[in-house]
């Protein structure tokens, strides 16, 4: 029997272990949901309601080729032995994920000796114009898979034949997100087709504040995420674009795109090494106020808050307010890596392992170029949000101040009839701690080429100024 184990890579289209294993007869496509994952870890509701979302749009679409999606609830290598049983011999087919590759192969399907293969991917190289040239060049010179016809299994165990609708309900910890973005490979089709229409042409929009960073951003992040859409299906997308492209302003639009596009394939093979980071802190865990205070949006600095707020709200950031997000908790409180993982990755409905490692070592680190030394969040919330649109639709309390106590609320006379609390940490103190933090990042130079493929660019603006 030849088994497609669907995990982050919730689609048909442009998807090489389903094709491979339909050549080989009957397919059993299978997805798991093990409770080691979705249980007190990381992934939570908002992560749950969205790869439900996709599981029952992926069940339609294999109907159509002639398949049917399979769930069970259970650990990995438990399934696959009473799969072996059921069927004699069986074959596994699957993409390599860097997070899961490493324990799937050595403690599950190899422990067990079940066959197995792992869909091919591109190792990450060193960010350097020749390598994203010839990242190109390969994406450009491979054709997208079309979903093959598939031939259902003849007998089925009976433990595998549940509806899917049973697993809705499936508890998992955590809360769901308000405004979220639908799950699925058809919204994640409509997705790419809208930013193209028209919305690459702001891409960032910078320029337009906060407010509307969601809708000049290309909000794959989700989709490319748990898989909906292949890297590959955007990235052919937006080099056919590119040559469409009738001015140059919008062939700049889509080269920006394209350059976040190979950050993010960057982010899978590569790591930063434990040398580069500059900071001498000891990294601790949080107490109960801190912990409350961050996690309810209320540490009395306004931009943060407005963060924390806007990401529980609708699972989503623009990466400037991420790095600035990141960067407080991890060198402004000195609050240890993983916690500031667990608690971003909890809120993010694109979180990614990978690229949420690679954000934070870079934002605790100081190593992303056109990041300099000193971080101030006050300066870090003026330079962003200038206005103070975004600060004042998440938090109620400030929405009637003056601009210029928007992000300084203590300086305002009547600021404790407000209701707003005050900081936990001084700003001011913020900033003299990772000062003195980083004497050996002093010298290093303010500011950088805008072009610059560094890996996490999208992550860095020049908001660390000393």
Not at 355 to 381: M, Q, W
Request: net charge neutral.
């Amino acid at each position: 029997m030849n088994i497609v184990w669907y995990r982050r890579d919730l689609r048909v289209n442009d998807h090489l272990p389903l094709s491979t294993a339909a050549k080989y007869g009957e397919v059993l496509p299978l997805y798991i949901i093990e409770p080691s994952l979705w249980q007190g870890g990381i992934y939570s509701a908002r992560h749950y309601a969205f790869v439900f979302e996709s599981l029952e749009e992926l069940s339609v679409r294999l109907a159509e080729m002639g398949g049917c999606l399979f769930v069970t609830i259970g650990e990995a290598e438990n399934v696959f032995r009473k799969l072996e049983e059921a069927y004699g011999t069986i074959k596994v087919f699957f993409h390599k994920e860097k997070e899961l590759s490493k324990s799937i192969r050595y403690h599950c399907l190899e422990k067990i000796g079940i066959p197995f293969q792992e869909a091919p991917s591109l190792n990450g190289e060193k960010a350097t114009i020749q390598s994203k040239m010839k990242w190109i060049r390969v994406l450009e010179g491979e054709s997208e898979l079309a979903p093959p016809k598939l031939k259902l299994p003849e007998r089925l165990p009976d433990w595998l034949s549940e509806p899917l609708g049973k697993f809705r309900n499936y508890h998992v910890p955590g809360d769901l997100i308000p405004l979220g973005q639908p799950g699925g490979e058809r919204k994640a089709e409509e997705t790419l087709q809208s930013f193209f229409k028209g919305r690459y042409m702001m891409y960032e929009g910078k320029e337009e504040g906060l407010l509307k960073a969601s809708n000049y951003s290309s909000r794959l992040s989700p989709y490319l995420a748990w898989g909906n859409i292949s890297a590959k299906t955007v990235v052919k997308k937006s080099l056919g674009e590119l040559k469409e492209a009738k001015t140059e302003e919008a062939r700049k639009a889509i080269n920006s795109f394209l350059d976040s596009l190979y950050s993010r394939f960057l982010a899978y093979g590569n790591s930063l090494p434990q040398k580069n980071r500059q900071l001498t802190i000891e990294e601790k865990s949080w107490n109960r106020d801190e912990q409350e205070r961050i996690q309810t949006g209320r540490t009395g600095i306004p931009i943060i808050d407005a963060s924390v707020v806007s990401l529980t709200k609708t699972g989503w950031l623009p990466y400037s307010l991420r790095a600035v997000l990141a960067t407080f908790l991890c060198n402004g409180l000195q609050l240890d890596k993983q916690l500031v993982k667990e608690f971003l990755g909890s809120l993010l409905q694109d979180y990614d392992p990978c690229i949420l490692d690679r954000e934070l070592e870079l934002c605790a680190s100081f190593s992303g170029k056109r990041i300099t030394v000193y971080f101030h969040p006050v300066r870090a919330g003026k330079k962003l949000d200038s206005d103070g649109a975004f600060i004042k639709r998440y938090i109620p309390e400030l929405a009637s101040l003056p601009i210029k106590y928007v992000h300084e609320p203590w300086r305002y006379t009547g600021f404790y009839t407000l209701g707003y609390p005050v900081p936990m940490k001084d700003p001011d103190t913020i900033f003299k701690t990772i000062k003195l933090s980083a004497p050996a990042a002093e010298n290093r130079p303010k500011k950088y080429p805008q072009s610059s493929p560094e890996i996490g660019e999208q992550l860095s603006m020049d908001l660390f100024d000393e």
